[in-house]
């Protein structure tokens, strides 16, 4: 028997992706880039334990926004906001099961710069270009502005303050994102931290989006 994937180096692992075994090295090499991986491969699961003791921190560079700081008493404050959002992502991903970690980072991106704008008095809005991306953006703005009426019962926030929630998120997104095209280490680590409902997580209809 050969690898399935390069069909030449014995197999030595089973790829639940693949549904078949595959070679130590392509499972390295495709993992979360051509393959779908699920969250509970245990091949996976240790990849990103080995990369989140192995993670350098983010330089000034890398970090969103970085002449704002987000204080930890706003976060304290605000945090069932924080965990809204990411309920809305959470329920948006059960719906789209293709959602990736770039998806919701393109997302949250262009919400935030949309907010922040907004902050100073302009009005400028570019929702992302890719329709999965797009609808999510969508779907998170929908949540802010049902939060900025006031009926949730959570402290409503003007549009720096969500714009302050949202770079939040984007600086947990820039240190869970390992780059590869297809991971969803991010969507997995809100899972982790705001635990979707059992019956709200079973399989959904699939919607395609035009």
Same mark, same amino acid.
């Given at each position: 028997?050969?690898? +399935? @994937? ?7 692992? %089973?790829?639940?992706?693949? $549904?078949?075994?595959?070679?130590? @090295? ?9 393959? =779908?991986?699920?969250? #509970?491969?245990?091949?996976?699961? +240790?990849?990103?334990? %080995?990369? &989140?003791?192995? &993670?350098?921190?983010?330089?000034? #560079? ?15 404050? &605000? ?7 990411? /309920? ?9 099961? #293709?959602?990736?970690? /770039?998806?919701?980072?393109?997302? @949250? ?9 907004? $902050?100073?008095?302009? %009005?400028?809005?570019?929702?992302? =270009? ?6 999510? %953006?969508?779907? @998170?703005?929908? !949540? ?23 770079? !939040? ?9 390992? $780059? ?13 931290? !705001?635990?979707?409902? +059992? ?12």
């Amino acid at each position: 028997m050969s690898c +399935a @994937i390069c069909e030449k180096r014995p197999p030595k692992r %089973y790829c639940p992706a693949k $549904g078949e075994k595959i070679c130590a @090295i392509c499972c390295g090499r495709e993992r979360e880039v051509t393959m =779908d991986c699920p969250s #509970d491969c245990p091949h996976l699961m +240790a990849a990103r334990r %080995y990369e &989140r003791e192995h &993670r350098k921190p983010l330089t000034a #560079d890398e970090y969103p926004y970085r002449d704002i700081v987000v204080r930890e008493d706003f976060l304290h404050e &605000r945090w069932p906001a924080i965990a809204g959002i990411a /309920s809305a992502v959470l329920d948006f991903q059960i719906r789209h099961r #293709d959602l990736t970690d /770039s998806a919701v980072l393109s997302a @949250i991106e262009a919400l935030a710069e949309t907010l922040r704008t907004l $902050g100073t008095g302009i %009005y400028y809005e570019r929702p992302p =270009d890719a329709p999965i991306a797009r609808a999510l %953006y969508a779907q @998170i703005a929908e !949540f802010l502005q049902e939060l900025k009426k006031g009926e949730s019962g959570m402290p409503a926030p003007k549009d720096s303050g969500a714009f302050l929630l949202l770079d !939040f998120l984007l600086r947990v997104a820039r240190r869970e994102i390992n $780059g590869r095209s297809r991971s969803r280490a991010f969507l997995d680590f809100l899972r982790a931290r !705001f635990p979707v409902p +059992a019956e709200a997580a079973k399989e959904a209809p699939r919607i395609i989006i035009p």
